[in-house]
């Protein structure tokens, strides 16, 4: 299959109605997405009452998640932090990570995720009851749903690095088997990648896998991240393509970045908040492996099949390209081989099962 331009009239509705067939039942694998953005709107607003917490002076489940104010990071850094802030307990941790694995994962045919967690971003909550309530709500989610998921633990870089190894000590002092790895979020202007060499070389040393942000450049980021912190993955990484010796490097040596469409282009990352989803085109044109995932969903109005879609939309893509979007995925995952090939099998099946009828997408 290649891709089409967009016909008028009545074969584009066809169009529309195979390319919604094909995105619906697409399999997904989710590696950038981040569980303190999880939260619906509803579930924010009924959490905070339980909490006796007052949203921004009486917001409502219908203006909580200012989806245009978000082209400011910080802006949208602070939404985060207040929903956060209003995740306290065991129960809340459970109720958000299984609402965000059943009806923002497998519903929209996610087959694996491996959730970000954010500790700092839940102010006086300690590390173990994010955890006891995150591994309850995946083990509930996997038993009703059949979708699987481990954990990344987030390092905030706007944070100092004391904290960052600090808090990557209490990871491994609390080691569990769905912990895979850590991140590094939040801002990059202000917590560049070298900072944290020291927790991030603490990480690799106990067994840890890496991966770490990089949204808004400069170039040479993407070589710390992975000379110096030791990183399997990057996070967003539009910039890679602004400097074509990086770009080759990594297209030689595989290396994975996790792109979201529609929050980055909200935020001007990917495709200068137009929808053209530049940045990921030429990144995906010069061979990259580039996977799709929804970042912060709901906060951002978007979910898994909606990220498939805008990108389908604007660049043209069919079920091909699609589905070596998820196998990339699969690829870039951290699960061991054995686990890995049972994920691509599933995917291929699925993927072939979407063939006979994606005649429009041809």
């Known amino acids: 299959m290649s891709s089409v331009e967009t016909p008028a009239g009545p074969a584009a509705e066809l169009l529309d109605v195979d390319l919604e067939r094909v ?3 697409l399999p997904k694998v989710s590696l950038h997405c981040h569980l303190i953005g999880s939260g ?6 009924d959490l905070a009452r339980k909490h006796d917490v007052v949203l921004d002076g009486g917001r409502t489940a219908e203006d909580l998640f200012d989806h245009a104010g978000y082209e400011d990071l910080d802006e949208f850094l602070r939404v985060l932090d207040v929903a956060g802030s209003v995740i306290r307990d065991v129960d809340d941790f459970h109720r958000v990570a299984y609402e965000s ?3 923002g994962g497998a519903a929209h045919n996610v087959l694996y995720r491996e959730i970000f967690l954010s500790p700092p971003g839940h102010p006086g909550v300690p590390y173990r009851t994010i955890l006891d309530g995150v591994r309850a709500g995946m083990r ?3 038993a009703d749903t059949g979708i699987r998921s481990n954990l990344i633990v987030g390092l905030n870089r706007n944070d100092s690095a004391a904290a960052a190894s600090e808090l990557v000590d209490i990871v491994i002092e609390n080691r569990v088997d769905e912990v895979l790895g850590i991140g590094l979020d939040y801002s990059e202007a202000i917590g560049p990648p070298e ?5 991030f070389r603490r990480a690799g040393e106990a067994g840890l896998n890496r991966t770490a942000h990089s949204e808004s450049g400069p170039p040479h980021h993407i070589e710390t991240i992975l000379d110096l912190l030791g990183c399997s993955r990057v996070d967003h990484g539009y910039h890679v393509v602004d400097d074509p010796d990086i770009t080759r490097r990594c297209v030689e040596e595989r290396v994975p970045f996790t792109c979201t469409p529609v929050s980055s282009d909200i935020g001007r990352y990917s495709g200068s908040g137009d929808g053209t989803h530049l940045r990921i085109k030429q990144m995906i ?3 990259l492996v580039v996977t799709i995932d929804s ?3 709901p906060m951002f109005g978007t979910d898994p099949t909606h990220d498939f879609r805008v990108l389908a939309r604007a660049l043209g893509y069919g079920l091909d390209q699609l589905a070596a979007l998820t196998m990339n995925g699969v690829e870039a995952t951290w699960l061991d081989a054995a686990d890995k090939a049972a994920l691509a099998a599933r995917a291929r ?4 099962a979407l063939e006979p009828g994606a005649q429009g997408l041809r």
């Open 23 to 25: 995105v619906a039942g």
């Open 40 to 45: 619906e709107a509803e579930t924010i607003v």
């Open 101 to 103: 694995l059943t009806r």
């Open 140 to 142: 509930d989610a996997e």
């Open 195 to 199: 900072k944290f060499w020291k927790a």
């Open 285 to 287: 044109d010069a061979g």
């Open 295 to 297: 970042d912060d969903p």
């Open 349 to 352: 099946t699925m993927i072939g």
